[in-house]
């Protein structure tokens, strides 16, 4: 398996525009997880989706962020619009076992920097 | 909620041995967790402890007592290699891993 694929890898966006992360979890697992890691605040949970579903999206710092995950294989993080102080890598982690399980499969991350 | 208390940094020998510590404090636990990042990596999967005890992976061991809501993880032999952040997290209940800061592990000749 490929395992979790991000992209892009690196994103640099002017402050005021529209950015968009995607994701393809592990092929059969059902959790998706998106995290932000800054050195301030280390890794932080986002939002989650079980069986595509968003489960709790209260790590989702403002309504300038949104996620989607239309399909088992696919999902989108959204800010609209991008500030500075968004800068972070942006994980995407799956899992099997549902919301049981006891181990989670980062992707490479995307390094999103906002001028 | 959950917190999480880790070393921030922790320097070691080629060959020797080290222990990184983490506290946490967190209801309805379930296990707590280890993980391994390299700088520009992806956190990746190294144990998970759900009982209290010591479990071996090869060079690594990761330990817990639930009672004193403590774990650490031991890594035997160390290579270079081995520098790396380490992140412990929680599982508690049916909710996503929560991590702490993470200890950067350097390994010195």
């Known amino acids: 398996d490929a395992g979790v694929i991000q992209s892009p890898r690196h994103e640099v966006t002017e402050m005021g525009q529209e950015v968009t992360l995607r994701c393809k979890p592990i092929?059969?697992?059902?959790?998706l997880f998106w995290y932000r890691q800054t050195m301030m605040r280390g890794l932080e949970l986002l939002i989650y989706?079980?069986?595509?579903?968003?489960?709790?999206d209260s790590g989702m710092p403002e309504d300038r962020f949104s996620a989607k995950m239309p399909n088992a294989s696919f999902s989108t993080l959204k800010i609209q619009p991008s500030e500075p102080r968004d800068s972070a890598v942006y994980f995407c982690?799956?899992?099997?076992?549902?919301?049981?399980?006891?181990?989670?499969?980062f992707g490479q991350g995307t390094r999103l920097t906002v001028v | 909620g959950q917190s999480l208390e880790q070393p921030s940094e922790v320097t070691a020998v080629e060959g020797a041995i080290v222990q990184i510590n983490c506290t946490y404090q967190?209801?309805?636990?379930?296990?707590l967790s280890w993980y391994q990042q390299h700088d520009g990596g992806a956190p990746t999967f190294l144990s998970y402890?759900?009982?209290?005890g010591l479990e071996e992976t090869g060079r690594f061991s990761s330990f817990l007592s639930r009672s004193d809501s403590y774990g650490y993880l031991l890594l035997q032999e160390l290579q270079m290699k081995d520098s790396a952040s380490y992140f412990c997290?929680?599982?508690?209940?049916?909710?996503?891993?929560?991590f702490g800061k993470g200890t950067r592990l350097s390994v010195i000749a």
């Open positions: 989706f079980n069986n595509n579903v968003p489960i709790d």
């Open positions: 967190t209801s309805g636990f379930y296990g």
């Open positions: 997290a929680v599982k508690e209940g049916n909710t996503p891993l929560v």
């Open positions: 982690a799956s899992s099997s076992g549902g919301v049981g399980y006891t181990e989670a499969f």
């Open positions: 092929s059969g697992h059902n959790s």
């Open positions: 402890n759900a009982l209290d």
